[in-house]
């Protein structure tokens, strides 16, 4: 009798340091930014981190009227390659937390 084999879709190769990635195809909205590389699309920030810092986060984005800040131009949480970037600024969200702490916001 032939032993039947455990055959799954090819799955993207595993960075080197995975815990700075992670990626859930399952989602509804995967990937929620269009990427031309959605195999790198890294979901670990989906709510990124980087947009409480304003006009300061460093990514691709635009206010609209009312004052919403919109990022779905940008890719910056998404791309694994940013894992140090987006980590590296927690002490700025930090700062700015205590300051509207601070002002009572």
């Known amino acids: 009798m032939q032993e039947e084999k455990n055959v799954s879709a090819p799955q993207p190769e595993t960075p080197p340091n995975s815990f700075a990635f992670f990626q859930n195809r399952d989602c509804a909205f995967f990937p929620c930014h269009e990427t031309e590389r959605p195999d790198q699309f890294n979901c670990l920030f989906c709510y990124c981190p980087l947009y409480a810092l304003g006009r300061g986060c460093g990514g691709n984005f635009k206010y609209l009227p009312g004052g919403v800040k919109d990022c779905s131009g940008c ?3 998404h791309v694994p390659e940013n894992y ?9 969200i930090m700062e700015r937390m205590q300051r509207m702490e601070e002002l009572g916001e």
């Not at 140090?84 to 700025?92: M, N």
């Open 84 to 92: 140090a970037r987006i980590t590296g600024s927690y002490e700025k």
């Open 75 to 77: 890719l910056v949480p």
